[in-house]
């Protein structure tokens, strides 16, 4: 009997709830994986796989307007992450390695090859980081959409704080047990989907992102783009004793520092502040972000012209 494969698309749904492109499900270690393409008629060796990673327990439709458009001119890839949306718990820790393997295979079981245009949301920034580090050589850019912020490094969590005006002891005070009474009711209340990646990035954060960033980024098109608008309504902290949006301005100021910096040595990089949109910046500003998408895969071209000129 012939080995059967761990990678095997076991069901077409057809079109999905966005009116077009397909819903499916891959068999991935005997657990399905909800999976929507798009634009394949535009699939062409060497040309970029717009490839979507999601946020923090969030599901592929958060990108239904930036998929309608961009879909129209590229082959684009999405999916939900085990235990999210109709993707199967699958039992596995969602570890930046264990994430990155499993969508590299489907890429491939899908006849998607590289080079791909990584595009992440929030947490989905650290995969995609991770992905680069992993194999830079399979990667046409990064576009990270208000993403977690993996430049963090021991101690930089208390510097918005120092610089709105409180001592150190303040800050161990109001953060120490808090947190922990936090993580406590987090794990005991949340869906299981919600407290295993809520378990990986707190793992990262200890490890200041090393599982990330183990090489530099490699000089393709990488792309920040931030959300600068505070809402009250989003903060859930209640009353403190610090201006709290004073507090959101410094911290993006020291985020966007950190960023910029890693622009600086790749010829293709670009930042975009969107003063106004919230966290979900796909969804206030999808315009900004498939201008992101345009942009780099023009710079991608130029890079690729380059290179045969040097040749």
């Known amino acids: 009997m012939k080995r ?8 077409i749904l057809g079109l999905s709830s966005f009116g077009f492109g397909q819903k499916e499900f891959i068999n991935v270690n005997g657990k399905k994986i909800e999976i929507f393409t798009a634009g394949l008629e535009n699939n062409q060796n060497e040309k970029p796989v717009i490839v979507f990673e999601n946020g923090m327990a969030s599901k592929y439709g958060n990108w239904e307007t930036i998929i309608t458009e961009v879909s129209k001119t ?3 890839f999405s999916y939900n992450r085990p235990r999210i949306g109709e993707s199967e718990n699958d039992s596995i820790p969602p570890t930046t390695k264990h994430i990155v393997e499993n969508l590299r295979k489907m890429l491939l079981e899908k006849g998607l090859k590289p080079p791909y245009l990584l595009v992440s949301h929030s947490f989905g920034g650290a995969y995609i980081r991770s992905f680069a580090s992993y194999y830079p050589d399979e990667i046409a850019g990064l576009i990270f959409v208000d993403p977690i912020d993996f430049t963090k490094k021991k101690g930089d969590g208390d ?3 120092l610089e709105i005006g409180l001592t150190q002891h303040q800050i ?3 953060f120490a047990k808090p947190y922990d009474d936090f993580k406590k009711r987090l794990y005991a209340e949340m869906p299981n989907f919600y407290v295993e990646e809520v378990k990986i990035s707190s793992k990262l954060n200890a490890t200041e992102f090393k599982e990330c960033d183990s090489i530099p980024l490699p000089d393709v098109p990488v792309h920040f783009i931030m959300a600068g608008g505070y809402s009250e309504a989003g903060d859930d902290r209640g009353e403190t004793i ?6 959101f301005r410094i911290n993006s100021n020291l985020k966007m520092k950190r960023w910029l910096e ?6 293709y990089g670009k930042f975009f502040y969107c003063s106004n949109s919230g966290h979900f910046v796909m969804k206030d500003e999808p315009a900004t972000v498939i201008s992101s998408i345009r942009l780099a895969l023009i710079d991608y071209d130029r890079i690729q012209k380059e290179k045969t000129i040097k040749k």
Not at 4 to 11: H, N
Not at 242 to 247: I, S, V
Not at 262 to 267: A, E, I, R, S, W
């Open 262 to 267: 890693l622009l600086y040595p790749l010829k």
């Open 159 to 161: 510097l918005p704080y």
């Open 4 to 11: 059967v494969t761990i990678f095997a698309i076991v069901m």
């Open 242 to 247: 610090f201006d709290k949006e004073k507090l």
């Open 74 to 76: 590229s082959t684009i």
């Open 172 to 174: 161990d005070s109001m």
